[in-house]
């Protein structure tokens, strides 16, 4: 997309509203200057944030509701007090009417996906969204795909996760061709489910821009062996909250260690650059945001407790894919994939005759 690109802010979502999103905002701006910004939210308490950050105010509109999705509201309750006038409602809205092309929201999840598949719809043959996250990794970051929008899938909705991973590979790593695994109990043909199994057949004889390579286990995630890992949301967010559960148990490892003694505090200060390398790699923050995909417009779901570095790079996530056409590439690869199918089908029902 030429030119400035304008994103819409959901400035009440998350733990702290305003007070995280706006500087949040602010740094976003900071790195993607060819950006604009409209705040959705009460204004009463946007203005004074946004007052102390006058770069990003002389790009930024707010407009004020006084309607809030509360972070334990039930998806349900959420859809029936919150459309048409709250301020995860409006952020959506204006991605529906081509005003801004994202939404950026830290508030409640559930709520988030079911005002997204209301306000936005699915994209043709789509059936479930899956939520997408950057995975650090020993190589460097992969995509990870569903981490908890869908609980349970077939193999065509696992094809179709696929399909969407290959695509926000291409657009956030700016890879031609994509590898990407089908997450399994092992990596043998004959191991797991049955509808991963069907899943991987299906890929393997795919014509879409991507390296299908097999399936890959757990432990490969984090080596990075493989640019997309596919899997469903059940399996997906136990994965994502082990891997965020097992970083901070590491944290304290070292922190505990580096204060065990006289000596071990003088170590630290000889080894500080190495730490602080680690912590800069370790850091959940820089790989904050969650991509729905599958739906008519982008929206980025932000870590609820992230502080305002957090909800930049959520932010910037957003405004980089939408700047490389993520919805054009998913919805050309999910027509040339849906095209194969039915050739092959009319194919096998020649042969068949």
Known sequence: MPGPLTIAIDAMGGDHGPQTVVPGCALARDRRPETRFVLFGDE???RPQLDQYPKLAAVCEVEHTDVAIRMDDKPSQALRKGRWRSSMWLALDAVRSGRAALAVSAGNTGALMAMSKFCLRT????ERPAIAAIWPTMRGES???DVGATI?????QLVDFAVMGEAMARAVFGID????GLLNIGVEEVKGLEMIKEAGRI???SQLPMHYAGFVEGNDIGKGTVDVVVTEGFTGNIALKTAEGTAKQMAEYLRSAMNRSVLSRIGYLFAKSA???LRAKMDPRKVNGGVFLGLNGIVIKSHGGADAEGFASAVT???DIAANDLIAKITDDLEHYRRDQDLNVRIAGDIAS
């Open 44 to 46: 009463a308490l946007i």
């Open 317 to 319: 996530l957003g405004r």
């Open 275 to 277: 730490f602080d390398t």
């Open 123 to 126: 994209l043709a043959g789509v």
């Open 152 to 156: 349970g899938s077939d193999a065509n």
């Open 143 to 145: 995509v990870v795909l």
């Open 203 to 205: 890929l393997r004889n």
């Open 177 to 180: 061709r994509p590898t990407v």
